[in-house]
């Protein structure tokens, strides 16, 4: 059986590549060319895509990231309002539809697979949906990912007008589903340990990727009231052996990978941490971390590690500087971890340039002079600040209080509660001028 798997576009008013790479889909897909099937990937956020960079050459910005292709495009009618460009990032229209051509040439395919990760990214899926039905008009499609997962009765109604399947869930069971639907035999997929037996090899990309992503652990043991991870994830981690042995692979077979970036929700959590920083710091690459890590966990001796690894990036969630809303959200951090953390990571040599926290904006407990201080905190600390626009998920505490408060609707487009566009129309805490003023406030910081 030949699959298509498809990482859509981004339709959205900002994105850029901070290492994006659509782990789901990847994941599916090794399991799929393991149990004997023909997969061809088409991931449309590839900025080093053999089409794209014959005519638009991508220009990395630090440590891999950087600008995607993008054209502006029309609002779809409730974001027509507001007052910023609508763009489509990805590679070109054009340059999607001459691979479809190749494809449908050289093979039938029999089932595609698309993948949605975050919720507001569903327009992007339905515009690649709508063009994958031109070209394949009765083949079966199936569409997973975290959009599925948490609004999975807006994803059927919307996307029934192209007949697409909708595949919620995370683990092995939604593509389990897709092949038992396709009639295809699942015994091997039972009591299957997929994370611990599936590498990511990133053999589906054929152009020269200079960074790749890789999860070491997936869930979390927390359980932050503005977080819909634990709810989706069971906290599990990968052996120590599998993920060297993982790396080993692709190092070799790539010899351009320079940055190794784990999208883990709490790599630092897991079992037997310092070892794998251990093992980790034989390879000739940097490692970064972009999801906020604990700083609670960060002492002097895995500051060290973590160093000698050669870990560049690292983003410590600290979210809020008042006690209560700490205590009121997880509890997963203080200002004294904070301070401790940033101590460990200063001795241990790391540039603060490097060293980020992130900080909410936008909780509905929070208010202005709560970032205000968050950020001088931070900047007195020396490391840098990024601040994250709060995204009310469904599944998560804060949601269903926004919902009993009225200040969302249940039905809510999930469009409309995109962090960026949500302070233009909501009654959250802080209005799109306060947001303004402290995202001015915070360059201005660390504009010297
Ligand atoms: C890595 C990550 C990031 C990365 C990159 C994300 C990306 N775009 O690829 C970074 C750090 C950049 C990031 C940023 C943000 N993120 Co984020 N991120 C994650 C994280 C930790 C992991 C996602 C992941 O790769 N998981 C691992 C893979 C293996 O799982 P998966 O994708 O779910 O795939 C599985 C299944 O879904 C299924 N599947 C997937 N596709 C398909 C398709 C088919 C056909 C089938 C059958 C199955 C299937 O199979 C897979 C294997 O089980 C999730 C939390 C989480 N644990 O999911 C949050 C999460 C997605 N992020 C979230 C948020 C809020 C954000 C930010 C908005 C934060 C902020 N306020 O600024 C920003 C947005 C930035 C932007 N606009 O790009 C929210 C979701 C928000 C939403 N509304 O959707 C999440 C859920 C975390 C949370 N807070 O609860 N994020
Ligand atoms: S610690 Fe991080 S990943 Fe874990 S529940 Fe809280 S916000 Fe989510």
Known sequence: MNFLVVNPWIYDFAAYDFWLKPLGLLYISE????????????????????????????????YGTGKFYNESVEKPDILKN?????????????????????IKKKKKIDAILVGITLTYWYYGGEK???????????????????????????????FSKFKVNICPGTGILPL?????????????????????????????YTSDLTYVVLVSSVGCPFHCTYCVTPK???????????????????????????????????????????????????????????????????????????KKANFKSIKLGFESYDFNIQKGTGFKVTNSDLIEAVTCLKNAGF????????????????????????????????????????????????YEELVKKNAISLNADPLLLNNTIIPYWSNFSLSIDDIEEVKRYTKGKYAD
């Open 31 to 62: 399991v799929l060319t393991n149990l004997g099937y023909n997969v061809t990937f088409i991931d449309l956020l590839n900025r080093h895509d053999k089409d794209l960079i014959a005519k638009y050459l991508p220009k990395d910005k630090k």
């Open 82 to 102: 507001i007052p910023r460009k609508f763009k489509r990032y990805g590679v070109p229209l054009k340059l999607f539809e001459s691979k479809l051509e190749r």
């Open 128 to 158: 690649t949906i709508e063009i994958l039905r031109n070209y394949f008009p009765t083949t079966p499609i199936f569409l997973g990912g975290i959009y599925s997962t948490l609004y999975t009765e807006h994803a059927e109604n919307n």
């Open 176 to 204: 389990k589903r897709v092949l038992e639907s396709l009639n295809e035999d699942t015994t091997k997929l039972n009591n299957f340990n997929w994370f611990e037996e599936i590498d990511l090899t990133y053999d589906f």
């Open 232 to 306: 989706m994830w069971k906290f599990q981690y990968r052996s120590i052996d599998k993920i060297i042995n993982n790396i080993e692979y692709i190092l070799e077979k790539r010899p351009y990978v320079k940055d190794i970036v784990f999208f883990d929700d709490a790599f630092l959590l897991r079992k037997g941490i310092k070892e794998l920083l251990k093992s980790l710091s034989k390879f000739n690459v940097r490692y970064h971390l972009p999801n906020g890590i604990h700083a609670r966990r960060v002492d002097d001796e895995i500051a060290l590690l973590l």
């Open 351 to 398: 540039d603060m340039n490097d060293v980020y926290a992130y900080v909410l904006v936008n909780l509905p407990a929070q208010n202005k002079d709560d970032v205000v201080q968050a950020v001088d905190f931070c900047h007195s600390l020396g490391i840098r600040v990024n601040l994250n626009e709060f995204t009310p998920i469904p599944g998560t505490v804060e």
